[in-house]
Structure formats: structure tokens, C-alpha cells
């Protein structure tokens, strides 16, 4: 799909990897529709590339944040679904409200976005939907279970999703699965532990959104960022115990 002239809805677009998709969607031509919570750092991104600001915080009623924000964003070309939360430690010491709040705006509310946004893609006969998970979502990371929980659910509904669009011909909407791994963002702070280990070292988010962008525009169904994160997740699909032995002995991230 071209990217030049294309209605783009970029979640969490505030910072990290949503803003740095957003410039790069930028330079390649495409229409920008911001959505995030902090208005402050959206402003300046807007600044950037030209993007329309919808400031909107996904996890407060989830569908009618959802609607409105499907409503307000018009017709839209192609959602990247950045936003994201991360929470770290024992799950018996999590709330209910941040495992809540995890859920609902890692995962629930981009399947509202996609049931609002891909009738009218369907409609026109042209879109794409882009999922940023984790390789959290491929292989689980320990003390991060619902974090990874949402990530997989999102891939899992990337993948049925694009089974379903693919079985009916020229409806001309594409679906990809973003699988990062550490990347050199805020989330870790946010989370409530730092990213301390020397390897892997953690990538710029500017990579990430350059694969985003070529994966957009060569309708790729899956990316890896960095590709050598598919070696661990195919060794967590065909060996399993031979995985989590290594996992056990050189710990979480």
C-alpha cells in the first residue's frame, strides 16, 4: 500500500515507537492522525509532521473511547496501533485496576478501533492494520505475565484476523503483526524496572518504525525488529522445555 496521500491513525504517538512512526510516515507522505494521552508531547510531534492531534486515553471506558475516537479520526487508510502499557513484578503484588487498565488499552481497545475502522476500509477496497506487540507476546517474560498475555492476544488476533481478511479476494486490506524487542524507549521506567542488562542492547524506535513503514508498503504479514529475535522464537515453538531451561538460567529482561 502507499503511504504517500494515506489517512494514518497512530496510537500512542506521544513517544517511543508511536513517534517515531509518526515521523517516518511523515517523510514518506502520509496524512497523520495523532492519538495519545499526553497532549503536551503530541503537540510537538504534530509540530514535526503536520498530524491532526486527537488526544484520547484508551483505557477510560475502552468502547467509547474507542468510538469516539474511530469517530473523530474520519476516514482512515491505515491504524498503527502503538499505544501500549507495561507493569513489571510478582503478580500477586499487581492491583486489579493496573492489570485492568493493561488489558484495556494494550488490547481491547485496538480490536474496537480495527471492528470500527475496517468496515469502511472494506467499503473503499483499500487499508492496512498494523499491531506493535512484543517478543514479550511470542516467548512470555517472567514477572511480566499480563503484559505479555496482552501482547499475545494481539498477535493472535493479528493472525485470525488476517486469516479472515484473506479469505475473501480484493478487499484489498492488509494486516502485520510488529514483533520488537527491547527498544530504547520510556516503557521501561514507566513500567517500574529500568532496563539494566548489557545484551541485548535495546534498538532505537527509529528502526522499528522504518520496518513498520516497509512492511506497510510491501504487505508484510509479520516483522521481527531486530530479525534475529525469530531464532529464540522458533526455538520457544519447536523446543519448548529446551527454551524455558535457557530462560530459566539467564533470566528475565
Known amino acids: 500500500m502507499r503511504l504517500a496521500g494515506a489517512r494514518v491513525l497512530v496510537t500512542g504517538a506521544s513517544s ?9 510516515l511523515s517523510a514518506r507522505g502520509a496524512r497523520l492522525v ?35 475516537l474511530a469517530v473523530r479520526a474520519g476516514q482512515v487508510d491505515i491504524l498503527v496501533a ?14 486489579g485496576g493496573t492489570a485492568e487498565r493493561m488489558i484495556a488499552v494494550n488490547l481491547t481497545a485496538h480490536v474496537q478501533l480495527t471492528r470500527l475502522l475496517l468496515p469502511g476500509m472494506l467499503e473503499r477496497g483499500r487499508g492496512h492494520l498494523v499491531y506493535v506487540a512484543s517478543i514479550a507476546g511470542v516467548v512470555g517474560v517472567r514477572e511480566e505475565a499480563v503484559y505479555a498475555a496482552t501482547k499475545a492476544g494481539l498477535l493472535a ?24 524487542g527491547v527498544v530504547d524507549t520510556p516503557f521501561f521506567a514507566r513500567r517500574g524496572r529500568p532496563y539494566t542488562r548489557r545484551r541485548p542492547v535495546p534498538v532505537p524506535p527509529e528502526r522499528v518504525a522504518r520496518a ?38 539467564f533470566g528475565r529482561p
Request: net charge neutral; charged share 20%.
Open 16 to 24: 517511543g515507537i508511536g513517534a517515531a512512526t509518526a515521523l517516518e
Open 34 to 68: 495523532l492519538s495519545g494521552r499526553d497532549q503536551e508531547a503530541l503537540a510537538g510531534v504534530a509540530a514535526r509532521t503536520g498530524g491532526e492531534v486527537l488526544p484520547a486515553d484508551l483505557s477510560d471506558g475502552t468502547v467509547d473511547r474507542a468510538s469516539d
Open 82 to 95: 502503538c499505544a501500549g502499557e507495561g507493569w513489571s513484578g510478582p503478580l500477586a503484588r499487581m492491583s
Open 157 to 180: 488476533f493479528a493472525e485470525s484476523l488476517r486469516y479472515e481478511l484473506h479469505a475473501v479476494k480484493g478487499n484489498g486490506v492488509g494486516v502485520t503483526a510488529v514483533v520488537p
Open 212 to 249: 513498520i513503514a516497509v512492511a506497510v508498503e510491501r504487505d508484510r504479514a509479520e516483522v521481527y525488529v531486530p530479525a534475529w529475535l525469530r531464532l529464540p522464537a522458533r526455538l520457544h515453538g519447536a523446543a519448548p522445555g529446551a527454551f524455558r531451561a535457557l530462560a530459566r538460567r
